[in-house]
């Protein structure tokens, strides 16, 4: 059995954060991805945090729905306003699709990716979370460090704080705490993979 690359391990948890940050549907919100998500936690120290999710998601009539339902007033159309919009140019131009999102879709092809025509904004979270993934997986570790400085910190230093303030459901402010665990520098030398 060979074991993985750290670089392995930063994408499928680059993948699996923006996972997280889809409109959630049964169809992947699965008991596996919920003990994949209690795992997680576990590993990194967070079992009550993991208990407190679990018991919101065992005592609720439909999760799901309840998760729907958070999922929309934080992201999409809150009242009286979305709390934190997922999207960077929103921060960083008070605007959608500003010449953020342009930098951020120049970012991408610089490296050799592009988007679908029928894709969201290229600065929605699970696109920059997802193109992390791709980063990692290539070992471009000096464009993953350059993309979290530029462009994602910037503009997710604003965005985490509002979500940690506004969610009524628990899964909601462990997801951003953990993407914020994972994409913060480690020290002033930038990204360094975990060689252990």
């Known amino acids: 059995m060979s074991a993985t690359e750290p670089s392995d391990d930063i994408a499928r948890i680059y993948r699996f954060l923006s996972q997280c940050m889809q409109y959630p549907d049964a169809a992947w919100m699965t008991e596996d991805f919920f003990n994949a998500f209690y795992n997680l936690l576990g590993t990194l120290g967070g079992v009550e ?3 407190s999710i679990k018991k919101k998601i065992d005592n609720a009539q439909d999760a799901i729905e309840d998760l729907q339902v958070e999922y929309t007033r934080l992201f999409i159309n809150g009242a009286p306003h979305v709390v934190a919009p997922p999207y960077g140019s929103v921060y960083m131009d008070q605007s959608l699709q500003g010449a953020f999102a342009g930098n951020t879709i120049a970012f991408y092809r610089e490296k ?5 025509e029928k894709a969201d904004l290229p600065d929605h979270l699970i696109h920059e979370l997802e193109f992390l993934s791709l980063l990692a997986e290539e070992k471009d ?3 993953v460090e350059d993309f979290l400085k530029k462009l994602f910190r910037p503009w997710y230093q604003k965005f985490h ?3 940690t303030e506004g969610a009524h459901h ?3 402010r462990v997801v951003v705490q ?3 665990f994972f994409t913060k520098e480690e020290d002033e030398d930038g990204f360094q993979p975990n060689k252990a």
């Open 49 to 51: 945090e993991g208990v």
């Open 112 to 116: 050799g990716f592009g988007m679908d």
């Open 141 to 143: 570790f000096t464009g």
């Open 161 to 163: 704080p509002r979500v």
């Open 170 to 172: 628990p899964f909601y």
């Open 178 to 180: 953990l993407i914020d």
